[in-house]
């Protein structure tokens, strides 16, 4: 879906499909560096993360393995509580692996900073994160970030993964919701 299919439901264009597809790349570049002869362990978060890791999965040139967690906050409304509960847990024995969990955005870094240390408890040699989006101005705590695509304005984003209401997944590049949809 491009962004003219869902134009009046949208307030600003942040980033297209070709700057998305650039910078995975220069992130893929950087952990073929960083992890060359190793065997790395990507973990999506579901499902914002899925064309992040079906894109970042396909640049790699290094030999890897892919798994999936469902997480959720605990509490109403549209901010993350920071209590996290698992929906869907890895299929994959962590002891001793390189992982490297894959996500779409990071907001206030609540549901991240909790992930991070749950796996980290379960005996991997090494857990990083790469994201595609961070939103610098919603920290709430600090979260320690190998790669990072775009620090990205304190807005509600759809596209490329992000939803609203489960709608504009497919959307091709990201873009600001317009107040209007959710108000
Ligand atoms: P925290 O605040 O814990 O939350 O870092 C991260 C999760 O919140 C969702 N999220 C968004 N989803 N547009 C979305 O479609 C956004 O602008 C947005 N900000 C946060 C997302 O699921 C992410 O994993
Ligand atoms: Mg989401």
């Given at each position: 879906?491009?962004?003219s299919?869902?134009?009046?439901?949208?307030?600003?264009?942040?980033?297209?499909?070709?700057?998305?597809?650039?910078?995975?790349?220069?992130?893929?570049?950087?952990?073929?560096?960083?992890?060359?002869?190793?065997?790395?362990?990507?973990?999506?978060?579901?499902r914002?993360?899925v064309?992040?890791?079906a894109?970042?999965?396909?640049?790699?040139?290094l030999?890897?393995?892919?798994?999936?967690?469902?997480?959720?906050?605990?509490?109403?409304?549209?901010?993350?509580?920071?209590?996290?509960?698992?929906?869907?847990?890895?299929?994959?024995?962590?002891?001793?692996?390189?992982?490297?969990?894959?996500?779409?955005?990071?907001?206030?870094?609540?549901?991240?900073?909790?992930?991070?240390?749950?796996?980290?408890?379960?005996?991997a040699?090494?857990?990083?994160?790469?994201?595609?989006?961070?939103?610098?101005?919603?920290?709430?705590?600090?979260?320690?970030?190998?790669y990072?695509?775009?620090?990205?304005?304190?807005?509600f984003?759809?596209?490329?993964?992000?939803?609203?209401?489960?709608?504009?997944?497919?959307?091709?590049?990201?873009?600001?919701?317009?107040?209007h949809?959710?108000a």
């Amino acid at each position: 879906m491009q962004f003219s299919d869902v134009e009046g439901d949208l307030s600003e264009v942040l980033l297209t499909q070709e700057e998305i597809h650039e910078k995975i790349a220069v992130m893929a570049r950087q952990i073929e560096t960083d992890y060359a002869g190793e065997k790395l362990l990507l973990v999506g978060v579901l499902r914002g993360a899925v064309m992040v890791m079906a894109d970042l999965a396909r640049e790699l040139t290094l030999p890897l393995e892919m798994d999936w967690m469902a997480v959720s906050s605990y509490g109403a409304g549209t901010q993350s509580s920071g209590v996290v509960r698992i929906l869907k847990d890895l299929d994959s024995d962590l002891q001793g692996r390189k992982v490297l969990i894959v996500e779409d955005i990071i907001d206030s870094g609540l549901t991240l900073s909790w992930l991070l240390g749950n796996l980290r408890s379960r005996g991997a040699e090494s857990v990083e994160i790469c994201t595609l989006l961070r939103k610098p101005d919603a920290a709430k705590v600090e979260v320690d970030v190998r790669y990072v695509g775009f620090d990205i304005p304190n807005a509600f984003v759809v596209g490329y993964g992000l939803d609203y209401a489960e709608k504009y997944r497919n959307l091709r590049g990201v873009a600001v919701l317009a107040p209007h949809v959710y108000a």
